[in-house]
């Protein structure tokens, strides 16, 4: 069965930094472009970031660059996000999804798979 589980999430202080997880299963990595979101009480869910499988293309939302990093490792068929400097305004629960064409940019309607998430509180 295809899935993807987040892992990584915590509180910190602002400034702090912490490392999110996404591990694939039933499928492998390397064949789709996998991208991040994030969703805080009463907002929408916002792209964060994705990663090509096909041409290695990055995206980053502005209000993350220079802070956020995506990579990948197809080995263990996971997708890394590192944040950095973190703000309390990166405060929400991540989810990682897969998408369903040879899309970059994360949009969530293009995505057809999705993890449960990870929680990210970002305060002191």
Request: aromatic share 12%; charged share 20%.
């Amino acid at each position: 069965q295809e899935q993807l589980v987040e892992s990584g999430g915590g509180l910190v202080q602002p400034g702090g930094s912490l490392r999110l997880s996404c591990t694939a299963s039933g499928f492998f990595l390397d064949r789709y472009t996998i991208g991040w979101f994030r969703q805080a009480p009463g907002k929408e869910r916002e792209g964060v970031s994705s990663i090509s499988a096909t041409d290695g293309k990055i995206y980053y939302e502005d209000s993350v660059k220079g802070r956020f990093t995506i990579s990948k490792d197809n080995a263990n068929n996971t997708v890394y996000l590192q944040m950095n400097n973190l703000k309390p305004g990166d405060s929400a629960r991540y989810y990682c999804a897969r998408a369903s064409g040879l899309v970059v940019v994360p949009v969530a309607m293009w995505y057809d798979l999705w993890g449960q998430g990870t929680q990210v509180v970002v305060s002191s």
